[in-house]
């Protein structure tokens, strides 16, 4: 059976989709990354666990049209140093520990150093956007028969504006309002955008090949990305064009 294409129609007043190859200031790519266009599905519907075997299919994002002009914006922005750890985060939220705080502030009685837990950091950021969002459901090995059911479900959840959690562009910060749309009655004209070579872009941050679980290393995926008539095409996972870690060649 065929997946059927999911379509959505996402806008949002901010977004940055930051290049993993700056370090320190973070400067958007002109067009929302797959990775990103992902993220947005699976916070509308998806069922992640924590067994592998469990792991019922994936997202693959197909198209990304963008239907406003691409326009940057400069902001300055305080972000903390530390990363939450997820594992403190689920023994906090199942009662087994006190949660752990990360400290943005504070005076060396509280902290221990002088040394701030935050940093002002430049963001080049994009103003005003909007896509086109278009996805496929891939069931993992043994849900195949599963298909419909979970197209249709998902289908209802995004038609009601459900979530697991507010999808966002890129930071938490920059929420994503999403529309169900019908491939066939999607005619909002594209942006007038001159046809662009995007250079290698980020395709994702995890390894799509096989069923994860949020304890998952980072296994960061490249495509060369281009922007023509005002979308850009997406190849698929398992393409020779997307280049992965530990692959020869790459």
């Known amino acids: 059976m ?8 996402v806008c949002g007043e901010f977004a940055c989709f930051s290049r993993p190859e700056l370090k320190v200031e973070r400067f958007s790519y002109p067009v929302i ?3 990103a266009a992902r993220g947005i599905f699976d916070a509308i519907y998806s069922k992640p666990n924590k067994d592998p075997t469990q792991a019922q299919f994936r997202w693959q994002v ?3 049209e963008v239907l406003k002009p691409i326009t940057y914006i400069t ?3 305080n ?15 199942t009662g087994k520990a006190e949660p752990e705080p990360i400290w943005a502030d504070g005076d060396r009685d509280l902290l221990g150093t002088d040394e701030k837990g935050r940093t002002q950091r430049q963001t080049m950021a994009l103003k005003d956007v909007r896509y086109r969002l278009h996805a496929e459901i891939r069931p993992w090995l043994g849900h195949a028969h599963k298909l419909a059911s979970l197209e249709a479900q998902f289908r209802r959840r995004a038609a009601q504006g459900k ?10 910060e920059f929420p994503a309002y999403f529309e169900l749309v019908d491939e066939e ?3 909002e004209p594209r942006a007038e955008i001159p046809d662009q070579d995007l250079g290698f872009m980020l395709y994702d941050v995890f390894d799509l090949s096989r069923p994860g679980t949020p ?9 060369k990305a281009r922007l023509q008539n005002g979308a850009l095409d997406v190849p698929e996972y398992e393409s020779p064009e997307v280049l992965k870690p530990g692959k020869e060649g790459n």
Do not use: M
């Open 2 to 9: 065929r997946p059927n294409p999911q379509v959505l129609d």
């Open 163 to 172: 979530c697991f959690h507010q999808p966002y562009f890129g930071c938490r």
């Open 185 to 187: 009655e999607a005619d």
């Open 75 to 77: 902001l300055r922005r």
């Open 33 to 35: 990354t797959p990775s």
């Open 62 to 64: 197909t198209q990304i």
């Open 79 to 93: 972000e903390v140093k530390d990363v939450a750890n997820v594992a403190a985060i689920e023994r906090w939220a």
């Open 215 to 223: 304890y998952d290393a980072p296994s960061i995926s490249l495509f």
